[in-house]
């Protein structure tokens, strides 16, 4: 007999207390395994834009996609074929990125100071892809 009560009530509660918890592990198991972000999460813009493909030049990087605004465009010298090489410097929440990339500046024209871009870095040595967002 637990506080004055019968077996069979001490049982009842004891079962109850149970099931709540097992109720409470199923519904916090589900929660955490939700993969949804919630909350305030930034969207990246469709980039819709040139395309240009190079290599962040500046930083160690990792893969990852994320926002950036032209700051610079230095270094674009003629390589032949119509094709110049460029350095932009992207500012993005890593700082700012120097992309190195090579271009056909009559059909692509450079990235531009206040561009919008969109960066994907696709490896840890720096090959990227940058998208202009108009």
């Known amino acids: 007999m ?6 069979k009530k001490t049982t009842i509660v004891i079962a109850a207390i149970v099931l709540v918890g097992i109720v409470y592990a199923v519904w916090a198991v589900g929660t955490l395994k939700n993969d949804v972000p919630t909350g ?12 240009f493909d190079g290599k962040i030049t500046n930083k160690n990087v990792a893969p990852v996609k994320l926002e950036g605004t032209g700051v610079y465009d230095r270094n674009c010298v003629s390589i032949g074929n119509g094709l110049t090489d460029c350095h932009a410097g992207i500012k993005t929440d890593m700082g700012v990125l120097d992309f190195n990339y090579q271009h056909d500046m009559v059909r692509k024209p450079c990235i531009a100071p206040n561009d919008k871009v969109v960066v994907e ?13 108009y």
């Open 2 to 7: 637990v506080f004055g009560m019968t077996d």
């Open 40 to 51: 305030n999460v930034p969207k990246i813009p469709t980039a819709t834009g040139d395309l």
């Open 121 to 133: 870095i696709l490896d840890s040595s720096g090959n990227a892809k940058v998208q202009k967002v």
